[in-house]
Antibody
Framework: EVQLLESGGGLVQPGGSLRLSCAASGFTFSSYAMSWVRQAPGKGLEWVSA????????YYADSVKGRFTISRDNSKNTLYLQMNSLRAEDTAVYYCAKGSIGGLDSRALRNYYYYMDVWGKGTTVTVSS | DIQMTQSPSSLSASVGDRVTITCRASQSISNYLNWYQQKPGKAPKLLIY???SLQSGVPSRFSGSGSGTDFTLTISSLQPEDFATYYC?????????FGQGTRLEIK
C-alpha cells in the first residue's frame, strides 16, 4: 500500500525554524516528484514546494522562496521541508503529496500530466509567540 | 502565475441532484487541470486528472470536462458522502496553483 506519513510539526515562535519530514512507502520513491501543500486554518490549499525524483530540481511558491528548502533522501525514502524565518502566516497543516511523474520542468509538464495522487494525513505547524 | 477561479464558492444541494462546479484559468492551460475532493479534517483526494480522466477507484458519477481556460466538474447524482469541498488545480506550469475551493453543502 502506498503511504505517506508526515512528522515534525509543532509550535514555534516567529523567526524560528522547523524541519518537516515525510516518510514514503509502497512505491519507488526516487521515480516520482514530491510536493508540499499547506492549508491555513479555514482556508484553501496552497502549493508550497516541489522536488524532482532525483532531487536535482526544486520549485517554490513566492511566499516561501528564500525561507524554505525542500530536499529528499532517496536512500531513506524520505522528503523534507526545512522552514526558516517562520511567520504567523506560515501557520497551517502541511501535507506531502506524491506526484504522478518524476519532474516538473517545462518539458515534463508538456509531455505528461502532473497531478498529486497520494497525500499524507498532514502535520500541523503553528507559528506564535 | 496562473490564477484559478472557481464558482460558486459554496453550493447547497440535495441527495440525488446533479451538480456542476466551474473553474476558470487566467490563461490557457490546455487540459492540464486536476480536481480534488477534501472532507473536513482529512487530506485532499484526487478525483479527476487531465481535465477529464477519472482517477482509479473514483465513482463514475464524477466527471470532468473542458479545455483552454474553462473547466467543469460534474456530479451526476449527489450521494451523502459527496458533501465536501472541491478544488481545481493547474499543472500547466510552476508555480502550481489551486482554485479557492467550492464548498458543497447539504440543502
Amino acid at each position: 500500500e502506498v503511504q505517506l506519513l508526515e512528522s515534525g510539526g509543532g509550535l514555534v515562535q516567529p523567526g524560528g525554524s522547523l524541519r518537516l519530514s515525510c516518510a514514503a512507502s509502497g512505491f519507488t520513491f526516487s521515480s516520482y516528484a514530491m510536493s508540499w501543500v499547506r492549508q491555513a486554518p479555514g482556508k484553501g490549499l496552497e502549493w508550497v514546494s516541489a522536488i524532482s525524483g532525483s532531487g536535482g530540481s526544486t520549485y517554490y511558491a513566492d511566499s516561501v522562496k528564500g525561507r524554505f528548502t525542500i530536499s529528499r533522501d532517496n536512500s531513506k525514502n524520505t522528503l523534507y521541508l526545512q522552514m526558516n524565518s517562520l511567520r504567523a502566516e506560515d501557520t497551517a497543516v502541511y501535507y506531502c503529496a506524491k506526484g504522478s511523474i518524476g519532474g516538473l520542468d517545462s518539458r515534463a509538464l508538456r509531455n505528461y500530466y502532473y497531478y498529486m495522487d497520494v497525500w499524507g494525513k498532514g502535520t500541523t505547524v503553528t507559528v506564535s509567540s | 502565475d496562473i490564477q484559478m477561479t472557481q464558482s460558486p464558492s459554496s453550493l447547497s444541494a440535495s441527495v440525488g441532484d446533479r451538480v456542476t462546479i466551474t473553474c476558470r484559468a487566467s490563461q490557457s492551460i490546455s487540459n492540464y487541470l486536476n480536481w480534488y475532493q477534501q472532507k473536513p479534517g482529512k487530506a485532499p483526494k484526487l478525483l479527476i486528472y487531465a481535465a477529464s480522466s477519472l482517477q482509479s477507484g473514483v465513482p463514475s458519477r464524477f466527471s470532468g470536462s473542458g479545455s483552454g481556460t474553462d473547466f467543469t466538474l460534474t456530479i451526476s447524482s449527489l450521494q451523502p458522502e459527496d458533501f465536501a469541498t472541491y478544488y481545481c488545480q493547474q499543472s500547466y506550469n510552476t508555480p502550481i496553483t489551486f482554485g479557492q475551493g467550492t464548498r458543497l453543502e447539504i440543502k
